[in-house]
């Protein structure tokens, strides 16, 4: 059972708009998110991450968004760069306590110039 | 290290083989864990080091995978009688392993091990 769904695997967007990834969990004891990042031929990177008291938090152009109630998240990025073409991955840690995480299976976004 | 390194980077085999799959964590970093991904597919975990100890192997697909972690550090999958299914990237990960807080303690991925079974 896929308890991190990523529902879009690809997303193109043109440079300078706002990029939206979505996330949605169907484990409710899940009690941090977090978003990696990966470039081919490299693992993935920490991006950002939320508690699960929480409903945003901010870094730079990056914002992610949590809705407990319907157990789903979201990764803004504003404004958009060609960089950040890559592969973002969902994921979600607090069904034990080992810090293991559960990931998503991935969205490719595309960063248009 | 400044990160984790992984070793071979790429690894082909012929079905029926065992290989040997190498891990060097972030110094210091108490936990580890063995990813994989498959072609299109998420990142499926394997199984999960504190220490020496795997309190959780519930990953490992079938009784052919084997991990073990020597010293705290190094830590070697093992995949034997390989078959094409088990073709995938195995990725590694480590972290200061503070329970219950990867918000403070992501995990750091390294670059991964490419396997094909052919």
């Known amino acids: 059972d896929q308890q991190v769904k990523q529902n879009s695997p690809s997303l193109s967007v043109q440079e300078g708009r706002i990029s939206i990834l979505n996330c949605d969990y169907t484990n409710s004891m899940f009690d941090y998110f977090l978003w990696y990042k990966k470039y081919p031929a490299e693992g993935p990177t920490f991006l950002i991450s939320i508690s699960s008291i929480k409903d945003k938090n901010e870094d730079g152009r990056f914002t992610v968004f949590l809705n407990k109630s319907a157990k789903h998240l979201s990764l803004h990025i504003v404004p958009s760069q060609p960089g950040d073409s890559a592969v973002y991955f969902c994921a979600a840690s607090g069904s034990g306590n080992t810090g293991k995480l559960i990931f998503g299976q991935g969205t490719t976004l595309q960063v248009k110039p | 290290g400044a990160g984790v390194s992984q070793s071979p980077s790429n690894k082909v085999t012929e079905k029926g083989k065992d290989v040997e799959l190498r891990c060097d964590p972030i110094?210091?970093?108490?936990?580890l864990y063995w990813y994989r991904q498959s072609l299109g597919q998420g990142l499926e975990f394997l199984i999960y080091f504190q220490g020496n100890s795997a309190p959780d192997k519930s990953g490992l697909p079938s009784d052919r995978f084997s991990a073990e972690r020597t010293g705290g550090s190094v830590s070697t999958l093992t995949i034997q009688r390989t078959q094409q299914e088990d073709s995938a990237v195995y990725l590694c990960a480590s972290s200061r392993g503070r329970v219950r807080s990867p918000y403070n303690s992501p995990l750091h991925f390294g670059n991964g091990t490419r396997l094909t079974v052919t």
């Open positions: 110094s210091g970093h108490t936990a």
